[in-house]
């Protein structure tokens, strides 16, 4: 079967398993994709960028909340 690989690092999970530090710094920070024998097995992410999506996601709700507030404009030249 295969799989589309969303990502732009992969390692096997036997390089998992071995060293799974050294292969989480192959992902740069971003997603790898673990095969076991060449299948799409998972993901692995560093925790980095589990923030980074957690940030974008409060970012999100931030921007709504700030959107259905009413706003008041006021010039610097009027005061």
């Known amino acids: ?5 969303l990502s732009a690092a992969a390692a096997s ?3 998992l ?4 530090m050294d292969t989480l710094k192959k992902g740069n920070r971003s997603a790898i994709a673990i095969l ?5 097995a998972c993901y692995c992410v560093s925790p980095y960028y589990i923030a980074l999506s957690e940030d974008a996601e ?6 709504e909340r700030m ?8 010039s610097l030249d009027t005061l």
């Open 1 to 5: 079967m295969s799989y589309q690989i």
């Open 13 to 15: 999970i036997t390089e």
């Open 17 to 20: 398993k071995r060293n799974p």
């Open 36 to 40: 076991k024998r060449n299948d799409l």
């Open 58 to 63: 409060l970012n999100r709700i931030a921007d």
């Open 67 to 74: 959107a259905s507030l009413d706003r008041i404009s006021i």
